[in-house]
């Protein structure tokens, strides 16, 4: 869908649809049969679970404009009510594909030695285990409601499937059939429970199976000839509706939140496809739903985000190798991480190298008496988080410790509440960001007493967030340094976020909301007069999502005027590369691959001068005008030849890559030039491994 306003000649790519074309390239390595078979299974799981949040937050958001009217029409040139139908459409295409893609999994599985066994198919031998794995450890959290004698219907939980349940009686009695619901209690029970081996083979089911396979136990006091279990799940809008009491905290109006949050509008119905007529009927009554809502027929398992979590087979040939991080040569274990960051900066590349140098630091700073102080971000951390253990011992020595945590990263909302409230007990100073900004940035300033009145600083700056577990499988870079105008920089930003009413102009970094847009802008406008002058001229640009409009226009007017732009972006890019008197000038490209492409940077080419900047902001305007971001120039040639050959070896990929038009073909990329296959995530492990000498 291309929204395009003829006077302004300006053409953007809807980022509703241009989302669902990134879940669809998603979608595209759960089929490829080059990928690992319980690779794809997991890849079917993050396709589930990007789709439940896309409903989550964007449908819910469309579905408030439609209230809007005309006014919505103004916002998003086009009525929110097409472009939810035709996410509608979509949605159910790509549903058919993903119920193919399970099944041609689970034959591919078979010729393994790998079932996934429904209630139907168990052995008298499975049976006794299946039935007393039921009663031990199923059977304890279930909660079954009999839905005649139920007062009212109960609220169905956004993240929870259940079972609505048919139960007959003899035909002879002629009686209408009882409703029944329960929750399948996947919080605290395994979604998949792994059954005896059976001649070599293994046998896996479903928690949803277990408990088909026992419903005659749930229902015993009854009479049933016959019950029947189908799987349905509500999504409903996650957006917080944070009250203006003024006597209560951020704290405790994000806290009552996140609790009403699972229990707002529903924005998605999902169904076993075989529901019986009487009970759907009887179930979208009791829902308040009608036909301008959300209902998707699917198949017999919903939530197959727990895919993500699948057991572990010990066949590692169905599975992606572990990767060894690459060692910093410079990081050794005997070696001070402040020396050595102070000697030259240092530049990090998760998964490529180990998150467990950034703790590394962290504990160091914890027992070094220098350390006077460190000041730290967290918009989400690890459910184990050793950065907060770090922080801990921190405190415990005497430092002072101050930490930013985001209250309002969403579906992240409660742990940082739970991580907050532990902080504050072990005496960490914790703020809660900014009145009306999100604080995205990810900042990490240590500082040190040299002496009675001398301070010093090493500072770190980052693309993604500081978590140990997603830093295994997202890419991000990760800067340290002690260069003493940046370092001083990132205490103002968190001077700004203490005080909130101190800014500063900064030299270095460039800091939203205030001037981060304005310095892209300047940085955009050079590169154009540069080719206006018949000078060379590039911006190389990598990015999660690029849909802010005056950043597009922007791009477009440097198109015209002969900057060559290249584009990695990830997910959404409302841009459209390749239109004649437009954007002629820009490419763009989607790496898909076994780690999630999360890093941003910015390459400008300035005159034979290039500027490098690493960034925690896409080119979103949430970002840009409604958050703290950071953005923070590599100033050391060395670690700007590193980014540079990340760019070039991503650029060159003719195996991951899809490219990026109007018409969301996610065709895989093809180099007529190229002699050799190039997948962009082998190769720069590969160049880590052979270049990383004394850097």
């Not at 029409?73 to 193919?100: H, T, Y």
């Not at 409703?179 to 070599?200: C, I, W």
């Not at 046998?203 to 349905?232: G, H, P, Q, W």
Request: aromatic share 10%; charged share 30%.
């Amino acid at each position: 869908m291309i929204q395009q306003t003829m006077a302004h000649k300006f053409r953007s790519l809807n980022r509703e649809i241009s989302w669902l074309s990134f879940n669809a390239r998603v979608l595209q390595e759960a089929e490829d049969p080059a990928v690992p078979l319980l690779d794809r299974i997991r890849f079917l799981g993050i396709f589930s679970n990007n789709q439940d949040e896309f409903f989550r937050v964007r449908v819910a958001t469309l579905r408030r404009m439609v209230v809007l009217g005309k006014q919505a029409r103004s916002l998003l040139d086009v009525k929110p009510q097409k472009i939810l139908d035709k996410i509608n459409g979509i949605v159910l295409e790509q549903q058919k594909k993903f119920e193919a893609i399970y099944v041609g999994i689970l034959e591919e599985l078979n010729s393994h030695g790998i079932h996934i066994i429904d209630e139907t198919q168990v052995t008298p031998d499975q049976g006794e285990f299946v039935t007393a794995y039921f009663r031990e450890k199923v059977r304890p959290a279930l909660v079954p409601i009999m839905l005649r004698l139920a007062p009212t219907f109960p609220e169905l939980n956004d993240r929870s499937i259940y079972f609505a349940i048919n139960l007959s009686r003899a035909k002879k009695e002629k009686e209408k059939p009882d409703f029944a619901l329960l929750e399948l209690p996947t919080d605290t029970v395994s979604r998949f429970v792994v059954l005896p081996k059976q001649g070599g083979e293994t046998y896996i089911m479903l928690l949803d199976d277990v408990i088909r396979y026992c419903l005659k136990e749930i229902f015993s006091l009854y009479n049933y000839a016959s019950m029947d279990a189908y799987t349905i799940k509500v999504t409903r809008d996650a957006e917080l509706d944070l009250d203006n009491d003024i006597s209560k905290s951020m704290l405790e109006k994000i806290d009552k939140s996140v609790k009403d949050r699972q229990w707002g509008e529903p924005v998605r119905f999902v169904y076993d496809a075989d529901l019986p007529k009487p009970l759907m009927k009887y179930v979208m009554k009791r829902l308040n739903l009608g036909d301008d809502d959300t209902v998707i027929p699917g198949g017999r398992y919903h939530n197959f985000k727990d895919f993500m979590d699948f057991p572990k087979v010990n066949m590692p040939s169905l599975e992606y190798r572990p990767a060894v991080p690459v060692p910093h040569p410079r990081l050794e274990a005997s070696r001070s991480m402040e020396r050595v960051i102070r000697e030259r900066d240092v530049l990090l590349h998760y998964p490529y190298q180990s998150f467990n140098y950034l703790i590394d630091l962290l504990r160091e700073a914890a027992i070094d008496p220098r350390v006077e102080s460190i000041h730290i971000t967290m918009y989400r951390v690890a459910s184990d988080s050793k950065v907060i253990n770090a922080l801990i011992s921190a405190v415990r020595n005497g430092k002072l410790v101050t930490v930013v945590v985001e209250l309002r990263a969403r579906f992240d909302e409660e742990a940082n509440i739970l991580w907050s409230k532990k902080l504050q007990e072990e005496g960490v100073r914790v703020i809660f960001g900014v009145p009306g900004l999100k604080v995205h940035g990810k900042l990490c300033l240590i500082t040190y007493r040299e002496g009675k009145k001398k301070v010093s600083r090493v500072a770190g700056i980052g693309t993604g967030n500081f978590h140990e577990k997603t830093a295994k499988i997202y890419a991000d870079h990760s800067l340290f340094t002690a260069h003493p105008g940046i370092a001083a920089e990132v205490e103002e930003v968190f001077n700004f976020l203490e005080t909130n009413y101190r800014t500063t102009r900064y030299k270095h970094l460039l800091v939203s909301p205030l001037y981060m847009r304005k310095t892209l802008d300047k940085l955009m406008k050079n590169e154009m007069d540069q080719a206006k002058r018949g000078l060379p001229a590039s911006i190389d640009i990598k990015m999660n999502n690029i849909v802010d409009t005056t950043i597009i226009r922007r791009l477009y007017a440097a198109s015209k005027a002969g900057v060559k732009i290249r584009i990695i972006v990830r997910g959404n890019c409302s841009l459209v590369p390749g239109v004649e008197g437009l954007s002629e000038n820009i490419e763009a490209i989607s790496i898909i691959d076994r780690y999630l492409e999360h890093s941003r940077y910015l390459i400008f080419h300035n005159g034979g001068n290039p500027l490098y900047y690493i960034s925690s902001a896409d080119l979103m305007t949430r970002n840009l005008d409604y958050r703290v971001e950071v953005a923070c120039p590599i100033y050391d040639l060395r670690l700007q030849a590193e980014l540079r050959a990340m760019f070039e070896i991503q650029w060159q990929d003719n195996v991951k890559a899809r490219l990026i038009d109007a018409d969301f073909t996610n065709e895989y990329r093809k180099l007529p030039e190229a002699r050799k296959k190039v997948r962009s995530q082998e190769a720069f492990y590969t160049y880590l491994k052979e270049t990383q000498t004394d850097r």
